[in-house]
């Protein structure tokens, strides 16, 4: 997938975008918010410019129950009166709608109200609450598109990502079902006769679920469908610049909720930013904070909840590699490495950022490659047609102009691509450079944009010890057709990534497995395999169902 934005600093560009801003707490989104001021530049720069939720283009926004103010807190009933943020289009840079955060005391009523949630929601049977996601799930699917649309809308991404990050969310349901009947520990041998040993798994209580610009339904969807199939209730606080689509899967989730008599608080939001984020990871009543973000912030966040010996799930950062051997299959290289790099203009956590290529065939790829980029269509995210858009930021264009210009200090050279497209938005070309040292400082930094730096091999060691050099270890892919050479890379001597592939791209995880990684990405683990173990404490029970009260390890204590 998660499938994992960059920290979107308070900017206003005008006078022909007359954009602002906000910094976010998740992964496409940052700590350090000034709400008043935000606000300030918020309000100036709406009064300018009608929103799009007012024009006929954008009326199906209303389907999805939202209007030119939306409240941005909901725990069982809708508030907000906090500072209100504009949510704006990046292809356009055009206000959309606007939220109302949360603020301190509306936090703290809304985690009062989630935990008494938690009293009802745990005591209904495990496969009760299954019905109850795949509820969620139905629900999701009778407005994909429209939801899908809001997410290419708010987010940048193109249509069918859109639609694409909420079919994830609606197979986590269809997952989660399945698991309501599952979920449970083993019986194992006791030593002692007239004994059994068994392990008991209980929800945590409330889970706190901090989730990035770049995936703001899936992320979201992958926590809180497992974490409600587990017996825990959700505290949501989306990503400051995607707000709209944070209200409208609440709203979806709510009307779920509503219709089985259960308190809406089950699932709670809190739209807000640092201090909303802060006060999650502070909060001893979280039982799990759910992270998605960058390396720098999911360090601080972790201090915070470790601060108080809380659970914590990660995902953050990935600098991720393809590497191509002599032997490997172009047809499938190509398409794989322009897929995972271009997609979603270079702002997944799973985007590859670094082609390693055998000093074979390096040439050949590097043109085959950059001829590929050419051809991709460049467009509004909205139209189904369009492969690949823009950025979600300003600030991460001017990100992606530093990157550049540090690459060719460090001796890189611009093969395809390196500027600023100019049209309304937030369009930078994709752009590939070669040249550069394996560990050349550039290449070991995570830049979230649609940067590819391609690296020249020689051997198998090598191109091994350069994919797990850098910080992060999220996901790694590597293309042959050796099988010995295969089973090294998934060995204790290959790949340190949680994501290992063989022949396909680094991006696009099933929900099937779990995802996450090692390293700075933070060790954690959402979605699928045995994923369901984050949201639930273990405890090991011992009965005694004789008359007799033998010690382990044979001890005699009389």
């Known amino acids: 997938m998660l499938r994992s934005g960059r920290v979107a600093l308070l900017a206003l560009n005008q006078p022909l975008m007359q954009r602002c801003l906000t910094l976010t707490f998740a992964r496409h989104s940052r700590l350090l918010l000034r709400p008043k001021l935000a606000s300030v530049y918020?309000?100036?720069?709406?009064a300018m410019s009608g929103l799009l939720i007012n024009q006929p283009k954008y009326s199906w926004l209303k389907e999805l129950g939202l209007s030119e103010d939306n409240p941005g807190v909901y725990n069982g009933s809708w508030g907000g009166s906090g500072e209100v943020i504009t949510s704006y289009c990046?292809?356009?840079?055009?206000?959309?709608?606007?939220?109302?955060?949360?603020?301190?005391?509306?936090?703290?009523?809304t985690v009062q109200k989630t935990r008494e949630a938690w009293k009802i929601w745990a005591d209904i049977p495990a496969p009760k609450r299954g019905e109850i996601v795949r509820q969620i799930g139905d629900a999701l699917r009778k407005k994909i598109n429209v939801l899908g649309s809001l997410v290419s809308l708010e987010m940048g991404k193109i249509y069918v990502e859109g639609v694409g990050e909420v079919q994830e969310y609606v197979d986590v349901c269809d997952y989660a079902v399945g698991l309501s009947r599952m979920i449970g520990g083993p019986m194992l041998p006791s030593e002692r006769p007239g004994h059994a040993l068994i392990e008991q798994w209980n929800p945590v209580g409330l889970v706190g679920i901090i989730t990035a610009f770049n995936f703001p339904v899936a992320v979201y969807g992958w926590n809180?469908?497992?974490?409600?199939?587990?017996?825990?209730?959700?505290?949501?606080?989306?990503?400051?610049?995607?707000?709209?689509?944070?209200?409208?899967?609440?709203?979806?989730?709510?009307e779920v909720l509503e219709r089985n008599n259960l308190p809406g608080a089950v699932c709670s939001m809190a739209c807000g930013g640092a201090d909303i984020g802060t006060a999650m990871a502070k909060d001893e009543r979280v039982d799990l904070v759910?992270?998605?973000?960058?390396?720098?912030?999911?360090?601080?966040?972790?201090?915070?909840?470790?601060d108080r010996f809380g659970r914590k799930l990660l995902e953050l950062g990935g600098n991720n590699a393809i590497i191509v051997f002599e032997d490997a299959d172009l047809s499938l290289v190509v398409p794989s490495a322009v897929f995972a790099s271009v997609g979603t203009a270079g702002?997944?956590?799973t985007t590859t950022?670094?082609?390693?290529?055998?000093?074979?065939?390096?040439d050949t790829v590097v043109e085959r490659v950059a001829k590929a980029y050419k051809q991709v269509r460049i467009g509004d995210p909205w139209d189904p047609t369009t492969l690949y858009g823009p950025l979600h930021t300003k600030q991460a264009v001017d990100q992606y102009l530093a990157a550049i210009e540090q690459a060719k200090q460090q001796g890189g050279t611009v093969?395809?691509?390196?500027?600023?497209?100019?049209?309304?938005?937030?369009?930078?070309?994709?752009?590939?450079?070669?040249?550069?040292?394996?560990?050349?400082?550039?290449?070991?930094t995570e830049t979230f944009v649609p940067i590819l730096y391609v690296l020249k091999f020689k051997t198998e060691e090598e191109a091994f010890a350069w994919n797990n050099e850098v910080q992060q270890g999220l996901s790694s892919s590597i293309f042959t057709k050796d099988m010995g050479r295969v089973f090294r890379w998934l060995g204790p001597k290959g790949s340190d990534c949680g994501i290992v592939n063989v022949n396909i791209p680094t991006s696009g995880a099933e929900i099937g497995g779990a995802f996450g990684g090692e390293k700075h990405t933070g060790g954690g683990r959402e979605s699928g395999s045995d994923s369901w173990k984050q949201y639930m404490r273990r405890s090991t029970c011992t009965i005694n169902y004789s008359k007799d009260l033998p010690l382990a390890q044979g001890i005699k204590f009389e």
């Not at 950022?353 to 390096?362: A, F, Q, T």
Request: net charge neutral; glycine share 6%; hydrophobic share 40%.
């Open 415 to 444: 093969v395809c691509g390196g500027k600023v497209m100019d049209r309304p938005g937030n369009y930078v070309e994709p752009t590939i450079i070669t040249g550069l040292a394996h560990d050349a400082a550039i290449v070991h």
């Open 90 to 109: 990046p292809a356009n840079n055009e206000p959309i709608a606007r939220v109302t955060q949360a603020t301190m005391a509306e936090y703290e009523e």
């Open 290 to 306: 759910s992270f998605t973000g960058s390396t720098h912030v999911g360090k601080m966040v972790a201090m915070m909840v470790q």
């Open 353 to 362: 950022r670094r082609l390693m290529l055998h000093e074979s065939l390096h």
């Open 42 to 46: 918020c309000q100036q720069s709406a």
């Open 224 to 254: 809180n469908a497992i974490a409600l199939t587990c017996g825990n209730v959700c505290l949501w606080k989306g990503a400051p610049t995607t707000p709209l689509t944070s209200v409208a899967v609440s709203k979806i989730v709510a």
């Open 347 to 349: 702002q997944r956590c």
